[in-house]
């Protein structure tokens, strides 16, 4: 790696400009290159006037093609202080805090001192809120605010260095290393991290075992497929109790209720809440379940183009490694590669661009809801280029080899120009061998290959390209300065002390935004490949270890230097990507029993086939073996859920106090301790004397109804005792007569 | 039906002892036939101040058989008031209610009467809890107190026989029906009514729709069997979301954190929790998980005493009817039965004493957990007697009788005293023909028989019993009068006023407690034969559409007539069983699958046997329809979640209005107005000379900081909005001649 101080930026002298970010906040990269100048103009206004309106600061400086910078700051301190408190306060009435925050604001500020998260969150929500929920309603790129192009934090990049720094120097994070990333850069990331930090540790197994069953079981071994799936289950009801627990550590349990609203959200109709008062948009669910519908289609569509291209591809290089014999077959051999690296990424691109069009027609109220029905649109498409390749080649090109290549005469066409007679590209009729290699070789290539590419396409390309953009601005800016246009210079009217500052802020306004997403999905996707296949190659746990030692770094100079400082938004869990893990480590236990039955033992008969499969020996293995799941599922689901967490306890804690708060105002210290204490052994006593006062109470009433005569009988202790006493000595020698009599 | 009155009791005088309870909260049924005198005396002087010293009222009078009845009341009403106002206060500490009671505690009490039900749970806690936690700890029959035959509470007979008569005259239950079940009976109860309600409502569409399915689409139909699944996942996730909605409803929801300690739980160490402060009795949950592995192996055993007793009896029926031909074939056919019905339930006892014991060995610390493990452990005992010989039919005889049935001479033994000649005792080695009405007559015994059956065991032969028995005591009774013995006779010390009242009272003393698992387990059981079995007989529903609407009214008779008044114990669910349902439910997706394939179609094959099953097809279709269920009931869970229901309204409301009161409390209305809206709309605005006190403060301070510096440079709006304009001014006009250059 190089030295982080060049990594940073090319030139030294900016070094100093690291250490501050002048109090900003944010920096609204607003830009008028393609608007008319008295447009522009207003719209600059506009946009000043709607920031200084919700109480914040501006400052403008020059940006970089046709742009100003506006500073965004919370103006005073009092402003802040007072949304943080708002903020907090609403938690708590939505019951995400289970400690109510204290009465006093400034103790309550003092006691919780405020996080950078927390403050970029609040500034985020105040500029971008809508007007009518008191923010200053700006919405980057969209509407009127098209002029908006981004709006950003600065990178605290002390921070940042020192982080990296930290990172590379050890290998798991603890908890005080997650709350720094929480309170820098969120709970949503920090999520990721912790997430990635718990599976990067569960690896040690599946490395350790899966190299000793490497070296000792082989491939297809079903002792390996039952612990594989054992460490699925495990890991992901870890997960899930874990991610509670830090949710309710970080305080943000529950917060996925707080939503916000899409601007996009179009409402038909206002409902006002009948409880809380509050006005209600809404959309019919009903037409929305309409829209949702349509998913159905496109699943079947996108699957059917991928899976069409895939599949094709596949055909054709089996075509041409094993039925083409002619010229230049090395090198046609990498024809549909080529296909598929051309027209897979457009496809991909356009599926995605159409899965965002009817995840918007499916006009979701939050911002939380559309993005998991993104999420799950993604997961559909990245399921078929990430897994169907390799179901083709187990479950269709090994089991039935022998009945399609026959048929795979069809794409002669594509190598007509080359064959030099028809021979060339005919099928074998006998002696046709299946390559038993070809399913190990594609699992190492998308469980080692795909994910190292994938690095450098995500870290070191976009590293790469951004230096030589910035080399070739410089060089411009040069030769402008030369032919002495500076007056267009952005940079010709900074001041000196903020120059280094402003130079540092405008590349960062050119740097993209982090979707943590992907990260995630590449994660998911990379769990499936364990689930699913490691069968195969009991080696893709080690590949995966050391894969995300890196990728954990990788991500975090990802953010740290490739991508705009992230909003900190704050989150509860991994969201939908959960229910991934769960769908592809259940998914795992079939694809692995099928496997091993298709290929364990003896493995390949004579022609390369497995010799010896039983359609119903196949499903009966899968049937167990997905029921052995489920039942050990819930076996580990209830034991976990058995052991105590501290999260849970501190917010047991916590809850018991509130309660008994409120108590104690209610009804005075002493009733809540014995309230709390769930007894009335401290009680009030039923003493003779108040009996006696009721009796005679009643008795000045006159005894007319038949119930009270009935307890006045016996009016007292004494009475009762003496009575029974009686009754007992009568019918009690009678007793001991009768055993008499018996024995 | 006979006429209710007569039901009530044969006496017609006893007629107006049926209008009072002289306020008997309950009575406790003291015994000591086997104890000698002055222990018996000593224990009775214990007995009545323990329960005086716990502000109850006492009254004793003379029982049957050596016993003395100790009546109890709650002595004070403000004792009582204290014990209701604790015990809700105890509920919303432990978040039970979220409605905060009223501060005022008589103001609370007149707001939310106090319930009958809740009386008597208070009343009935305070007679039995451990003296430590301010009960008299009096538990019967166990340890000190085993003279304490039972305490029970007195039947409310005016309501028991409006009740009564109400249900006989109208088909379904309302809300209202059901609050009065609640607030006599209590919650537990209750939910077995409404369960039993929603379970009758929902019963309707099998029974229409298997009725037209039995005309129209005749046995073993697919389609049957797909909406019969889709019904069985309708209701249980209709009936998950109606029990939370009814919890909360009831103000009960989460009341079973709120659990009742065992008084056998044995504790290793005493720890103090640390936030709380309460002493908790600790059990080690490791010892625990082991002594619950023991459930392993008696559930292997049970199923293979009951399973090979099962089967044993099925051969030798088998052999009997379809092999044996020689004399007394018609009553030797009865043999299995004869067998059944002797040693099954001697077997069934043996083991369910089996299971209690090894539940009590498990040693749990709460009421709720020792029954739900109890439950656990009986479900799989029912489980066995009551599929177990379908499944045998279904899934043993039919495929593989040509296989079994030659074997089956070994059950020689049993008719070889009646047999005349070899031959008759054997398998005919050819033109042995399944009997394919075996699984259908079947499935009718056991969903129309065994229903009716069941009934009259559980209703009529204990009411005939006890007409019996009573009419016996009477006779005794009088003819001990006409002896002269009468000093000895109970009623001899009665109190004319009383006399009819005692009677009543000394006639429940004999009743048995009324446990409403086993009316839970009957439900559950049934909806099982609906689930797994009902492809085979489309009438199924229909005939437990009748037989539910007798078994509503049946249990309603059993609990008012039958059994002494149930303790109105509190329940948020139906428990364990729900869970119960669910596994038989998605079993059925199974077997009906399997059934249709085995037995659809043209049917059965020249020789009995389904002609053309195919291992492969049947784990085919079991996997599939499996699956297919899995997701629809996803599906299904998803769509219901969307729709609000009242009760979670109302808990949301309530949740918001109370700590909206809190905040209302603490920032003062203002503040909570604007936090509850969300949002900083009316929040403190940031005015011009604000900011510009704020300037000139830090002007004041000097401006050393670079920061300061940096926000000074634009001290106002107007400022920013001059100099942005000027940028725009200067970068503007190239942006246009660049465009202008373009075209």
Chains 1, 2 share one sequence.
Not at 373 to 394: D, E, G, H, R
Not at 621 to 640: D, N, P
Not at 724 to 736: M, V
């Amino acid at each position: 790696m190089a030295s982080l101080k060049s990594l940073y930026d090319p030139k030294a002298d900016l070094e100093s400009a690291l250490h501050t970010n002048f109090d900003v906040d944010y920096v609204i990269d607003y830009r008028f290159a393609t608007t008319p100048k008295p447009q522009a103009e207003a719209q600059f206004v506009k946009l000043i006037k709607a920031l200084n309106d919700v109480g914040l600061a501006t400052e403008v400086r020059n940006g970089d093609n046709c742009a100003v910078l506006v500073f965004v700051k919370v103006a005073s301190d009092r402003h802040l202080n007072a949304e943080v408190y708002r903020s907090r306060v609403q938690d708590w009435l939505y019951g995400v805090r289970s400690a109510a925050p204290e009465k006093e604001m400034q103790k309550n500020l003092n006691d919780e001192p405020v996080t950078e998260a927390e403050r970029l969150r609040l500034a985020y929500l105040l500029i971008t809120k809508p007007k009518n929920e008191g923010g200053a309603g700006i919405t980057p790129k969209s509407g009127e605010w098209k002029g908006v192009e981004s709006i950003f934090a600065l990178h605290d990049h002390a921070f940042n260095k020192r982080w990296i720094k930290e990172l590379s120097s050890k290998y798991f994070l603890n908890a005080k290393d997650l709350i720094e990333i929480r309170d820098t850069f969120g709970e949503k990331i920090a999520f990721y991290f912790a997430f990635l930090q718990s599976y990067f540790m569960f690896l040690i197994f599946p490395a350790g075992f899966g190299a000793c069953a490497w070296l000792l079981l082989g491939q297809f071994s079903p002792l390996y497929a039952i612990i594989n799936a054992l460490w699925g289950i495990v890991f992901i009801e870890y997960w899930k109790k874990q991610e509670t627990d830090l949710a309710v550590q970080w305080g943000v349990r529950g917060v996925s209720k707080i939503q916000h609203k899409r601007p996009e959200f179009k409402h038909e109709s206002v409902v006002t809440d009948p409880i809380t008062g509050e006005e209600l948009k809404v959309y019919s669910p009903i037409k929305r379940l309409a829209r949702q519908l349509l998913q159905v289609p496109f699943a079947i569509a996108a699957a059917s183009v991928l899976g069409s291209l895939i599949a094709g591809c596949f055909a054709i290089e089996i075509f041409i490694s094993e039925v083409y014999d002619g010229p230049f077959k090395a090198y046609l051999t990498f024809l549909p590669t080529v296909i598929l690296t051309t027209v897979m990424p457009t496809l991909s691109a356009l599926l995605t661009g159409f899965a965002r069009k009817l995840t918007d027609l499916e006009n979701y109220e939050t911002q939380d809801s559309h993005e998991a029905a993104m999420i799950q649109k993604i997961f559909v498409l990245n399921f078929i280029t990430s897994y169907l390749p390799i179901f083709l080649t187990a479950f269709v090109y090994v089991p039935f080899a022998t009945v399609i290549v026959p048929h795979l005469d069809v794409f002669q066409l594509a190598v007509r120009p080359f064959a030099e007679n028809e021979k060339q590209m005919t099928a074998p009729k006998v002696g046709f061998q299946i390559n038993p290699d070809r399913l190990k070789k594609q699992v190492i290539y998308f469980t080692v290959t795909a994910q190292i590419v994938n690095f450098a396409l995500e870290v070191i390309v976009p590293y790469v390209k951004r230096s030589f953009f910035r080399k070739v601005k410089e060089v411009q800016a040069d030769r402008a300065a030369k032919k002495g246009g500076g007056a267009s210079s952005p940079t010709a009217d900074d001041h000196p002390e903020e120059s280094s500052f402003l130079v540092r802020v405008r590349n960062e306004a050119e740097l993209g935004a982090y979707d943590v997403t992907s990260d995630f999905r590449e994660m998911v996707v990379q769990f499936g490949y364990l689930s699913l296949f490691s069968v195969v190659w009991p080696l893709t746990g080690v590949s995966f270890f050391i894969n995300n030692w890196i990728e954990l770094r990788g991500d975090a100079l990802k953010i740290a230097l490739e991508t705009q400082r992230p909003v900190p938004w704050r989150a509860d869990s991994i969201g939908p990507w959960l229910e991934s893990l769960g769908f592809l480590s259940w998914l795992g236990s079939l694809t692995s029993a099928a496997l091993v039955y298709l290929f364990s033992g003896d493995g390949l008969g004579p022609d390369g086939t497995p010799w010896n499969i039983k359609a119903w020996g196949l499903l009966l293995a899968m049937f167990f073996s997905e029921h052995i799941y489920l039942g050990v599922k819930i076996a580990v689901r209830t034991a976990l859920s058995k052991i105590d967490s501290p999260g849970l306890q501190k917010e047991r804690g916590e809850r018991f106090i509130v309660r008994k708060q409120f108590i104690e105002e209610s009804m005075g210290v002493d009733a809540a301790e014995k309230a709390a204490a769930g007894g009335i052994a401290a009680g009030e006593k039923i003493s003779k004397s108040t009996l006696e006062e009721e009796a005679k109470e009643s008795t000045l009433k006159g005894h007319g109804t038949p119930e009270e005569k009935f307890w006045q009988r016996q009016p007292g202790q004494a009475e009762t005792i003496a009575i029974g006493k009686s009754y007992i000595a009568k019918a009690a020698p009678n007793a001991t007569k009768e055993t008499k009599k018996e024995l």
